[in-house]
């Protein structure tokens, strides 16, 4: 069994697991779910009424209820050189058929979108587990290394997208400056964070050759323990920084280092 199966089948048994019956959003309306009780309106529809409400009341009661709904649940993947870092396309890989088999197993429509460096390319939306498996072949197999993406023409991309309001997920490491205030006022926007856990606490040793994934050049500096604490301090005030503008703006977004935490994380953008 190759990587790509065995990340699927992990996907697959976390979503069928826990999102039996879910659905990521209910309106208001005809459905199964009771929602309230409140008095008859001449514009509701007299199916609705409760007699047996009404009858102890004396008035005419209705009942609201929820109704499921099919939702555009949007997939974002921002794939660059430092998807190579320890094991992080593979844990790219994981969050997109977690989230693609989370919206089909619900019966969603699914739509996603790869920027590959300063590629992009996106797909029309689908409820057809054949096509996403295609998908996920196709975002497997993307090289990351050399890859640079431009960030400030990220948001305009993605609002250039023909789609109604949706559930949104933006996934990338987030390690550069991005607006995304527009986009949160289009949809519901979901940010989630993949990191390696030694970009965030780095150690080089001398014997290292270091490369940089963005360009696949030689870095033929030594790095010292304080240009490797100033990092980590710059590094630190730049995520600051982005939650800031995370909450200013009310998107939701949570942080991810591995595979084995990536759904109970997830989880936690939509109960939290």
Not at 147 to 161: C, P, R
């Amino acid at each position: 069994m190759d990587k790509l199966e065995t990340l699927v089948l992990r996907a697959k048994e976390d979503v069928y697991t826990y999102l039996q019956g879910s659905n990521f959003s209910k309106i208001l309306g005809q459905g199964y779910d009771f929602s309230e009780l409140r008095t008859y309106e001449s514009s509701d529809d007299i199916r609705h009424i409760s007699w047996i409400n009404s009858a102890k009341a004396n008035e005419l009661y209705v009942k609201k209820m929820h109704e499921e709904r099919e939702l555009l649940v949007n997939v974002a993947m921002l794939v660059d050189g430092r998807a190579i870092i320890g094991k992080k396309h593979e844990l790219f890989s994981h969050i997109l058929a977690t989230l693609a088999y989370s919206a089909i197993y619900s019966n969603n429509l699914l739509q996603t979108s790869f920027f590959m460096g300063s590629e992009f390319k996106s797909f029309e939306a689908f409820k057809n587990v054949e096509r996403l498996e295609m998908i996920l072949n196709e975002f497997f197999s993307i090289d990351p290394l050399g890859l640079a993406l431009e960030y400030d023409k990220i948001q305009k991309k993605l609002l250039n997208i023909e789609a109604p309001k949706s559930l949104f997920f933006l996934v990338g490491d987030f390690l550069d400056e991005i607006d995304l205030s527009i986009l949160a006022q289009k949809h519901e926007l979901c940010v989630i964070m993949l990191r390696d856990k030694w970009e965030e606490n780095p150690s080089v040793g001398s014997d290292m050759a270091l490369v940089n994934p963005l360009t696949n050049s030689s870095i033929n500096k030594t790095l010292s323990k304080k240009a490797l604490r100033y990092y980590k301090e710059r590094l630190e005030e730049h995520d600051e920084k982005l939650y800031a503008h995370f909450d200013e703006h009310s998107i939701k977004h949570v942080k991810i280092y591995e595979k084995k935490e990536a759904f109970q994380k997830l989880e936690q953008l939509f109960y939290s």
